[in-house]
Structure formats: structure tokens, C-alpha cells
């Protein structure tokens, strides 16, 4: 078997990017990056990104951002039985505005998204992230996973949507998130949009804080307080992070995490 | 040696006394065993030692070696010798058994101190084998996806490496087959010395078969009512504890099963039914 292709792109990205037919890529965004701008800027100054996967081609997208600011716009278009993943793992205590929309624009296109936020500080973050399902026998996957942390707050709208006529396609969206912050804030909403019958989707959030359970039986172990809460957090991480392939890059994001957690 | 002693302890869940008075004493070197039917406080009185959150204490002194436990947090208690083997283990998603217990050995030494890596992974395996455990079980999530078995002979792997001076087994057979039993009841008692003291909660005198105690205590109604020797488990494990109740004039409440409220330990949940601090409604359950 040939390994999939990875590139990091630290210099400037073409825009748009196009996996040609029957392609298989893997994408690692690294922000922010040195000396280089990656992104296209619009008049109001949000980055925009244009992804198209042509017929079958397959993309892993990893969008791994940390201590900056950032206001973000993907529209990524997929074509017939095309796969995106689509991974964002974002720390920061600055602001974060991210607006990424997928088009299943051909049958069997396939899309799995996970964003991921450690929010700190006074951050405001903001994803907006949409699926639409413009045609039949199109399936998508869509996950967040949130802690907030101090005085942050994260509102997240995932919008999964089947139009008429988009028969056999399945939507599933999960949104978990650990608020924990003495002021922090989590607001999930989980929406779905179906215009079709003969349809699959499902979704769900749940928001909680530290099971303290979970930390007592920690700390009967002889780990303080802060040590436990840590390990829940990054147990709650490990998982995401198994996703990633680069194992130089999730070394990164883990280290990043635990740094950010101390 | 050391000691840890408990003096008239008494312990409230949302008002509602549970423990009226615990003395007890035990020493390094010793194994006791507390038994009782369901609801009398046994699995309280283990959390609150180690110092669960759920717990009030309103009277009553905890001492290990003269020292107040009592105004310690949850993890000096446990570095300062103490171990809870719990009846229902939490899950810990994607934290390794095997890092799970090093950062545990870890919190035990003096900053800047490391575990030797080869070590811990001698000693981590040896344990294993000792409770024939699955080979992969340490490279897994904390207790995540393990059966009742597997999570309570984690316990013990746990206490066989962490080495506390006194362990407090709560219900640790509940849950396990035969042969299970047999292998957690073996290690427990191979832990047995001069600087390792045990307090086994249980129902039952099987994993009594495997473990040589010193003394057992009977508890009814959120005290300590009979103690004695090892004569006296097969005495309840013949009569059950009906001739103790009688002994001691305790008569069971009336059973009222409407409006059940169902959380926490058995003891809890007796409370929280009968709406009083007297006896509960499933004693003979």
C-alpha cells in the first residue's frame, strides 16, 4: 500500500486547493505561521480557504492553530464519492471566529468533521460550521469538542442540513464539552435541517463540568487536585488526538495542551 | 506500627445521620473485617476515611498516627499510607492504566524524583501476573470497558504497587467468579506484614476462605454492635444476623417501597427511603 501523501504547508497555500481525481492528500495547517501568510484575505479581512475534492479523491485536512488570533472561512466542495476529513485543533486565549461550510455537492460524498477548542483566558470563540447535503446517498460526521477554561467562552452552531430530494443520506453530529472555567461559558447548538424523508440523523450535546467522582477517585490515588483535573481533561483530549496520524504534529498539539492546562 | 484510629465517628448524607458513633482501632500488621447486612453504613464508612466529598462528618475523630485525617484533602490522605479499594471504580477515558498508577507512584516521591523507568515496568508487570491480569490490560484506559472482575483486581494491582499502610477493601469479592476470588484473596493476603493493615468490607465469608483477619466487627444500624474473632463468620455465615439483631434489641422498620429514592451507597439509599436516620427498610435483603 502507497502512504497517503502529508504535506505541512508552512508557506503560502495555493488558493484554491484542488485534489484532482481520485487523489489521496493529507493537509496539515500549522498557525501562526513564521514568515508566511497563508491565507487569501477578503476586504474585511476573514481568511478565506476553498478546498475541491474532484471525483473520489480523498483529503485529510487538519487545521492545528494556537495562540493567535484568527477569523477563518473554508468552503470546501466535494464531488462524487469524494471523502474529506476535516480535523481543526484549537488552543488559544485570543479570539477565534471560524466559519467552515462543506458542500456533498455529488452521490456518495463523505465528510467527518471534528473541531476541537481549548479556550482560555478571556477568549471568545465562535465556530459556525455547516453541512449540506445537496444530494442523495451522502453521509457526513460532525463533532466538536469544547473546554473552557477561566473566563472563555465558546458558542458553537453546527448546522447539518438534507435538502428535498437528497434521499438515503445520513447526518450524525455530537457536541461534548467541559466547562470548567470560573466564569467560563459553552453554548452548543446542535441543528439539523431536514427537508427529505427517507433520511438518516441524529444529534446531541452534552456540556457538563469535572465529574467529581472521577476526581475523588483520582485523588484517593494521592494526585492533587490539579493533577487530577488535568488527567479528566487530557483523557478527554487522548482520544481526539489518536486521530491525527503525524505523530510529530499530535506530539505538538498534546504537549501544547498539557502546557496550556498547567 | 502504625495506627489508625476512628473514635466516635459520626456521618450525615444531606442531613441524614448514617454513622452513629464508630470506634474502631487498627494497627499495622493487622487484618479486620467489618460485615453487615445491606444499608448499615459499611461502604460510608470506607468513603469517608478516605475522605469523599459526599460525606459530612458531624462528630468524631479519624487519627493515623495521632494525626487528624480529618482536616487533610483526599490526596495527602492517601500519600500519608491510606488506600480505598473501591466497589465501583471509576472509569478515567484515555488515561493508561500503566501512566495512571506511575503518576500515582510519581505523586508519592519528593519533587524532582523520578520512578526509574525499567522499574516500574518490573514491578508493574510482576503485579500483574500475581493477579492474572490480561497482558494488555495496563496499555488501557483506566478501568474503561473492563468487566466487574477486571476492574476490581485493578484494585488491587493498584494497592499491591502504591504499598499503603492501611487499605480499606470495600466489597472488593462483589463481582468476582471463583476463580477471580481465589486470586484476590491470595494477593490480599500475601500483602500481609508488619507495616500493611487492612479493613475488609464484605457480605459474604468466602474471600474470608483466602484471607487469615484478626478481628471482625458487625455492623447494624450505622454502629459497630459485636466483635470478635475469626469464630464469628461462620457463625453469621450459618445464622445470618438475626440472633446479633436480637442480641443487641434492634427491630427492623416497616418496609415502605412507595416513593423509593435510589442514589448513592446502601446506606444512603436507606435513609433517603425510610425519611429517618433509624433503620433501614432492606436489612434482611
Known amino acids: 500500500m502507497v502512504p497517503m501523501a502529508t504535506i505541512k504547508i508552512d508557506k503560502p497555500a495555493p488558493n484554491p486547493i484542488v485534489i484532482e481525481d481520485s487523489d489521496e492528500k493529507q493537509l496539515i495547517h500549522v498557525l501562526p505561521l513564521q514568515n508566511a501568510t497563508l491565507y487569501h484575505k477578503n476586504n474585511n479581512g476573514i481568511k478565506h480557504v476553498i478546498i475541491t475534492l474532484e471525483k473520489a479523491a480523498k483529503l485529510t485536512y487538519l487545521l492545528w492553530q494556537k495562540a493567535c488570533e ?41 465528510v467527518q468533521i471534528m473541531n476541537v477548542f481549548l479556550a482560555l483566558g478571556k477568549a471568545e470563540v465562535s465556530c459556525d460550521s455547516n453541512i449540506l447535503h445537496e444530494q442523495g446517498s451522502t453521509i457526513s460526521n460532525h463533532e466538536s469538542y469544547i473546554i473552557a477554561l477561566d473566563q472563555a467562552v465558546v458558542k458553537v452552531n453546527n448546522n447539518s442540513k438534507i435538502v428535498k430530494g437528497a434521499k438515503g443520506s445520513n447526518a450524525n453530529q455530537v457536541t461534548k464539552g467541559l466547562n470548567i472555567g470560573d466564569n467560563s461559558q459553552i453554548i452548543a447548538d446542535p441543528n439539523l435541517f431536514i427537508e427529505e424523508h427517507d433520511v438518516i440523523a441524529h444529534h446531541g450535546a452534552a456540556i457538563g463540568s469535572l465529574n467529581k467522582d472521577e476526581l475523588f477517585y483520582l485523588m484517593s490515588r494521592g494526585l492533587t487536585e490539579e493533577q487530577a483535573s488535568k488527567i479528566i481533561i487530557m483523557g478527554f483530549l487522548q482520544p481526539l488526538l489518536d486521530h491525527i496520524t503525524d505523530e510529530l504534529t499530535k506530539t505538538e498539539i498534546k504537549e501544547d495542551f498539557e502546557h496550556k492546562l498547567k | 506500627m502504625s495506627i489508625l484510629k476512628i473514635k466516635n465517628l459520626r456521618v450525615s448524607v444531606e442531613g441524614k445521620e448514617i454513622l452513629k458513633g464508630i470506634d474502631l482501632e487498627i494497627k499495622t500488621g493487622e487484618f479486620h473485617v467489618i460485615m453487615g447486612p445491606n ?81 516500574f515496568i518490573k514491578t508493574l508487570d510482576k503485579a500483574s501476573n500475581e493477579l492474572k491480569m490480561h497482558s494488555d490490560l495496563p496499555h488501557r484506559y483506566v478501568n474503561v470497558g473492563f468487566s466487574g472482575g477486571e476492574r476490581k483486581r485493578n484494585e488491587i494491582l493498584q494497592m499491591k504497587i502504591l504499598k499503603p499502610k492501611f487499605a480499606i477493601l470495600d466489597e472488593i469479592d462483589s463481582g468476582l467468579d471463583v476463580d477471580a476470588l481465589r486470586i484476590v484473596g491470595e494477593n490480599v493476603s500475601s500483602m500481609k506484614n508488619s507495616d500493611f493493615g487492612a479493613l475488609i468490607i464484605t457480605h459474604y465469608e468466602r474471600l474470608l476462605d483466602y484471607i487469615d483477619v484478626d478481628c471482625v466487627h458487625v455492623m447494624l444500624d450505622g454502629r459497630i454492635v459485636k466483635s470478635g474473632g475469626k469464630e464469628l463468620i461462620a ?41 429517618n436516620g433509624t433503620n433501614g427498610n432492606n436489612k434482611n435483603r
Open chain 2, 39 to 119: 444499608g448499615t453504613g459499611k461502604s460510608t464508612l470506607a468513603s469517608t476515611i478516605m475522605g469523599h466529598f459526599k460525606y459530612e462528618v458531624t462528630d468524631g475523630e479519624i487519627d493515623l498516627d495521632g494525626e487528624n485525617l480529618l482536616e487533610i484533602p483526599v490526596d495527602k490522605r492517601s500519600r500519608k499510607g491510606l488506600f480505598l479499594a473501591m466497589q465501583y471504580p471509576s472509569e478515567i477515558s484515555g488515561v493508561t492504566n500503566a501512566d495512571f498508577i506511575k503518576t500515582a507512584l510519581q505523586a508519592r516521591l519528593p519533587e524532582g524524583e523520578h520512578i526509574p523507568l525499567f522499574k
Open chain 1, 70 to 110: 484568527l477569523n477563518v472561512r473554508y468552503d470546501i466542495y466535494l464531488k462524487q464519492d469524494a471523502e474529506l476529513t476535516f480535523y481543526s485543533m484549537t488552543s488559544s486565549n485570543e479570539n477565534i471566529l471560524m466559519n467552515p461550510t462543506v458542500y456533498l455537492q455529488e452521490q456518495g460524498a463523505k
Open chain 2, 235 to 275: 457463625q453469621i455465615d450459618e445464622k445470618g444476623y438475626d440472633w446479633i439483631k436480637d442480641e443487641v434489641g434492634l427491630v427492623d422498620e416497616p418496609i415502605n417501597v412507595i416513593g423509593k429514592v435510589s442514589v448513592g451507597t446502601c446506606a444512603v439509599k436507606n435513609v433517603l427511603d425510610t425519611g
